[in-house]
């Protein structure tokens, strides 16, 4: 039955009562966006282009870059906003011609952002491989920058990208992003929360280390707590603010978010039915108790299962 129900939902995303919620995909290059712009998806809510370069020696031309771009941007079509996040690397992404060798601690590095402020030219040669790509296949994609950690940093970015004509954002996966982040929307038009960043930052222990897993769980009621403060500031600017780590694609957590006012969830798109479906199933009331009861749990586990007593009731 649950199959049926999965299978029926056919999208755009929205709760019981008719908010609606873009449901998004994540993609990493020309074949997965193909595949995710078959599901229901009102488009990709990030599009990491550091996958396309983990196998390069040499930066890419700026021709190259933009036909790897336009690959994606077509595969969603002029009707389908796709959020092209620039060069995230470093850390547990390292691209060989940007990322510095030797860090003693990389993912508190130069990482995301930080790398263009040493490497004049990269960032300016990647916003405009990303113009040309709109320009070659008429879609206006937005461009967000990932690990940004101060307004300032944020304001330059969206000068360089509205400077092309496009609308600009940054990720929240710093702690600081998210306490700021009334501020940072004064300067940009969306915000994009990466709660696996987010989490990392904000309970000291790293994505990668199994043996930290039940630290780096988005349901940290800490975590959620800047989750809260972004959603609320994106509500007051009337600016966008999504979600597009893996907490998306937690059913149950999508309604907490929901209630909270992220206005986007982005995903793999093995996600997609299932998080849509969910949300279909519950009214905004019942999202903005979920985000409540998430927020005042004790820990992850009892955040869950507050939710999940909520939403069906034994
Ligand atoms: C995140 O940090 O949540 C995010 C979406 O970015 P990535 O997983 O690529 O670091
Ligand atoms: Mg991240």
Redesign the pocket.
Known sequence: QRRALLEAWTGPAATSDGTAVKVLANVADRASAQHAAQAPVEGSGLFRTELCFLNRKDEPSVEEQAELYGGVLTAFGPDRTVVVRTL?AGSDKPVAFATLAGEENPALGVRGLRLSFGNPGLLERQLDAIAMAAEQTGTRPWVMA??VATVEEARAFAEQVRGRGLPAGV?V?VPSAALLAHRFLEVVDFLSI?T??LTQYTMAADRMAADLAHLTDPWQPAVLALVAITAEAGRQAGKPVGVC?EAAADPLLATALVGMGVTSLSMASAAVRPVGAQLAEVSMDVCEQAAEVALAAVDPAAGRDAVRALIAPA
């Open positions: 995230d990932p690990m990720m996966e990466g696996n960043d780590g």
